[in-house]
């Protein structure tokens, strides 16, 4: 992996840390990531005329971002579903699996190849992520998350790890067919027309405005987090094998314990500050790999 696309990686990492700290700092989730996604495909609406037009769309283009956009979408619907009926502590982990999953399918369906370096950063990170939010650092506790594998959460907890990495693949296709701007800028489209198809039902009703009127700095401030978050990323994927840039991304973990620690006043652990290494570790040697 270069250092450009790495640099690019790890910013992204850093916005998409930031962005997951102003949902969490806002009143109405649902209805703060729907402003959070106007606000951004406004900005890059804006930012066309500066990058330049479409170039010629092509179906198979269309459809990856449609499904990209979609299969994003299940990966937090799922997610939520495990998160009302399980333990943060057995959810969180597993919800981490599409780092397993991921450089499978570099390898089978991308013909990417992955060096001795990189698989044991993979391993890393992916052991860091697993076990961040675990009660404790002992086999026992690391296998629990599996050993009901017929609860509804922890179902919806796989599956969620699974679309994510089926939604990485689509994205590193995408990428390398279009320009990675104007890719993602289809990506957050389709991903809004979901997310206003959803608060357009009656429930929501009122909602919208209020959450803006309570919130209005940090619905300000999201929209361009976001998209450079989200633009980043797919820039240093367009660089990088999907297999590395997906794990080294996740050294957002690592800068959400930092942020928490920092600002939010939370306690960090010996197991979270262990996973924060083992993540840092990780995604060094994916560097030099």
């Known amino acids: 992996m270069s250092s450009y696309a790495f640099t690019l990686i790890l910013f992204s990492a850093l916005m998409h840390a930031l962005w997951n700290l102003l949902v969490k700092r806002s009143g109405d989730k649902t209805v703060f990531i729907w402003w959070m996604f106007a606000t951004s495909c406004s900005l890059m609406t804006l930012a066309l005329p500066l990058v330049g037009p479409f170039p010629a769309l ?43 999953w991921v450089p499978i399918w570099g390898i089978l369906l991308l013909d990417e190849k992955v060096s001795g370096l990189g698989i044991a950063g993979i391993l890393l990170i992916l052991f860091g992520a697993y076990s961040i939010q675990l009660k404790a650092l002992a086999w026992s506790e690391v296998v629990r998350p599996f050993r009901n594998l017929r609860d509804p959460a922890v179902l919806a907890a796989l599956a969620a790890g699974f679309i994510y990495s089926i939604g990485a693949v689509i994205d590193k296709t995408g990428v390398m067919l279009y320009p990675p701007f104007h890719f993602t800028f289809l990506l957050v489209f389709f991903m809004l027309q979901f997310m206003t198809l959803n608060i357009m039902r009656p429930k929501y009703r009122g909602r919208i405005m209020a959450e803006y009127r309570n919130h209005r700095f940090l619905v300000i401030a999201a929209g361009p987090v976001i998209m450079a978050s989200f633009l980043s990323f797919r820039y240093g994927l367009q660089l990088a094998p999907m297999s590395y840039a997906v794990p080294v991304r996740q050294v957002s973990l690592l800068i959400g314990v930092l942020i928490g620690v920092m600002f939010l006043g939370e306690t960090s652990g010996r197991i979270r500050f262990t996973a924060a290494f083992l993540i840092l570790c990780g995604a060094a040697l994916i560097r030099l790999g």
């Open 58 to 100: 092509s179906w198979r283009v269309i459809g990856l971002a449609a499904v990209g956009a979609l299969c994003f979408m299940l990966y937090h619907l799922f997610s939520g579903r495990a998160y009302r009926g399980g333990d943060l502590s057995i959810i969180y982990p597993l919800a981490q699996t599409a780092m397993f």
